[in-house]
């Protein structure tokens, strides 16, 4: 389990994929300390295994659907990506949950600078905005961030200068793909009470209205 609270920005020296799954090799440094062959780190937001250590950085292991669900396909050598070590046990919980496992991508479609911050608007599927709220949290690229406003296809988040010099999301272009992971609570509130493929008469029948939601806190 991750926090989405980055901690540092590595480098890609390659990506080797036969077909759509291989190994991606990064140079790192911070996210080496106590880390041994086995632990996870999130690349980007995607929980990958560390297959083998160097002074200078790691190697792990990339699966077919990690290259259908995420952007890292379109990674290439000397690109930076934003890295995190699993959680420790006695760590502060400094972002939200975030397990690794990338729902989707979505394309950044323009930056505004409001005073000391950047508002980024990003759009995506709809199967992804249907768990999007305002005030609510996303992953993005393995970032922890707070929605700001949703409108359509599309929704913004807010980014103080720490985040902006901390990680890459300030660094990219119009057009560029982002990886989106909802909050894993909502997955779990919209699966329980069938959003994903129930009709508003058959949810309502199974005693389940949105005021007994937010009588709950949902």
């Not at 937001?45 to 952007?71: H, K, N, P, Y």
């Not at 709220?133 to 993005?140: A, F, R, T």
């Not at 359509?152 to 992971?181: A, C, D, M």
Request: hydrophobic share 35%; charged share 25%.
């Amino acid at each position: 389990m991750f926090t989405g609270i980055i901690e540092e920005s590595g480098i890609i020296r390659q990506i080797k994929l036969q077909g759509n799954s291989g190994q991606i090799m990064i140079r790192a440094k911070k996210v080496l300390e106590g880390t041994k062959i086995g632990d996870s780190i999130a690349v980007n937001g995607i929980c990958l295994t560390v297959v083998s250590i160097a002074e200078d950085g790691f190697t792990a292991d990339v699966m077919a659907e990690t290259i259908r669900r995420s952007s890292l396909g379109e990674c290439k050598s000397g690109d930076a990506v934003n890295l995190e070590r699993a959680m420790a046990a006695d760590g502060r919980f400094g972002g939200h949950i975030v397990s690794g496992h990338i729902d989707g991508t979505g394309k950044v479609t323009s930056y505004r600078k409001e005073e000391n911050a950047v508002w980024v608007s990003i759009e995506t599927t709809p199967e992804i905005m249907q768990l999007i709220v305002e005030k609510g949290s996303i992953c993005i690229d393995g970032i922890s961030l707070t929605v700001a406003s949703v409108k359509g296809q599309q929704f913004q988040v807010s980014v103080i200068p720490h985040t902006g010099e901390e990680t890459t999301l300030l660094k990219k272009k119009p057009g560029s793909l982002v990886n989106l992971e909802n909050d894993i609570v909502g997955k779990y509130v919209q699966k329980l009470i069938g959003l994903n493929s129930s009709t508003e008469e058959e949810t309502r029948s199974l005693g389940i209205t949105m005021e007994l939601l937010e009588e709950y806190g949902f």
